[in-house]
């Protein structure tokens, strides 16, 4: 099984800021990683897919890079809305795990 | 609109049996793999289960190998999760969630659209 670990664990920025979250995979996933978002009470949204692809309607201030077994996704300037829960998920095998997530939080 | 709206969650003794039911609308369900996330309140999420468009393909996580089912009807637009031999370490948010499918007849991709979730505890 991938083990996808996530750091850190959690975040604490202001509005504006800009946030590097990372995400390193315990052997090689290629390309195959996505990210998700997920705010209370909600489910899990997806953001980027493909390491860097962002999914529809998903803002330009997302963006995604890395290959094999690291990661990253990137927040330009974070918005209020922002601020959630951040899982990275890899496909390249079975089964498919997620990354342990990251709180980005209000400072 | 595409919606997922999951049913057949409750409160369950440990070893007995529940069917998780997930009605599907708005894409073509038919074209697309399809699966079964579930997150502890509170905690991270855990991918169970996935199947692919015709059934020809399933795959489980290794902790319920033999205790879960998954199945689909695509005439019905439904997916399903036949959950045996509970646990109580299954008490989870039980998510029935879409495969984006970015290609056609290959899986598994990532997951674009989840229910809202039905939830499963396992107690006596």
């Known amino acids: 099984e991938i083990v996808l670990t996530q750091s850190p664990a959690t975040l604490s920025l202001s509005p504006g800021e800009r946030v590097t979250l990372s995400c390193r995979a315990s052997?090689?996933?290629?390309?195959?990683l996505a990210w998700y978002q997920q705010k209370p009470g909600q489910a899990p949204r997806l953001l980027i897919y493909d390491v860097s692809k962002r999914a529809t309607g998903i803002p330009a201030r997302f963006s995604g890079s890395g290959s094999g077994t690291d990661f990253t996704l990137t927040i330009s300037s974070l918005e209020p809305e922002d601020f959630a829960v951040y899982y990275c998920q890899q496909r390249h095998s079975w089964p498919l795990t997620f990354g342990g997530g990251t709180k980005v939080e209000i400072e | 609109e595409v919606q997922l709206v999951e049913s057949g969650g409750g409160l369950v003794q440990p070893g007995r049996s529940l069917r998780l039911s997930c009605a599907a609308s708005g894409f073509s369900f038919d074209d697309c793999a399809m699966h079964w996330v579930r997150q502890v309140p509170g905690k991270g999420l855990e991918w169970v289960s996935g199947?692919?468009?015709?059934?020809?393909?399933?795959a489980y996580m290794d902790s319920v190998k033999g205790r879960f089912t998954i199945s689909r009807d695509n005439a019905k637009n439904s997916l399903y999760l036949q959950m045996d031999s509970l646990r109580p370490e299954d008490t989870a948010l039980y998510y029935c969630v879409k495969d984006i499918q970015l290609a056609s007849g290959s899986w598994p991709y990532y997951f674009d659209y989840w229910g809202q979730g039905t939830l499963v505890t396992v107690s006596s």
């Open positions: 052997q090689s996933v290629s390309s195959y």
């Open positions: 199947i692919n468009w015709n059934s020809g393909g399933t």
